[in-house]
């Protein structure tokens, strides 16, 4: 069974660069056809799918976070990571990573709260 675990700081100033790690265990990150993403849900917000990397490397970035945005991997970790630079306290939310599919997301992390402030 794939699981996934997200792993971050918790706490970031304003203006630096929040990185998030995935680690994913039971399944290969290279494996066809799958894509894993990040998505997020502010405080009494919907989600908000912010970009994801496919199974053959290449990042595919929500054209609203783009220019902050930057998503890679360690194939040899079995990890991918987001980093999220010039964040504001409106990036303060809820950060899930997740495995997509054709129909959708098919698993997801658990979650880790991440909170922007000085």
């Known amino acids: 069974q794939v699981q996934l675990q997200e792993s971050g700081p918790g706490l970031v100033k304003p203006s630096q660069t929040l990185s998030l790690t995935c680690t994913v265990s039971g399944g290969s990150i290279t494996t066809t056809d799958y894509y894993w993403s990040w ?3 502010p ?3 919907g989600l908000e799918w912010m ?3 496919a199974y053959s490397g290449s990042p595919y970035y929500s054209p609203s976070l783009k220019s902050r945005t ?4 360690d194939t040899s970790k079995n990890q991918f990571t987001l980093h999220l630079s010039s964040v504001t ?3 303060t939310a809820g950060y899930y990573c997740a495995r997509e599919e054709n129909y959708g997301v098919s698993h997801w992390g658990k979650g880790t709260q991440d ?3 000085s």
């Open 89 to 91: 306290p409106e990036d």
């Open 51 to 53: 970009g994801a990397i």
């Open 39 to 41: 998505i997020r849900q």
């Open 70 to 73: 930057s998503i890679s991997w």
């Open 43 to 45: 405080p009494g917000k």
């Open 115 to 117: 909170t922007v402030s």
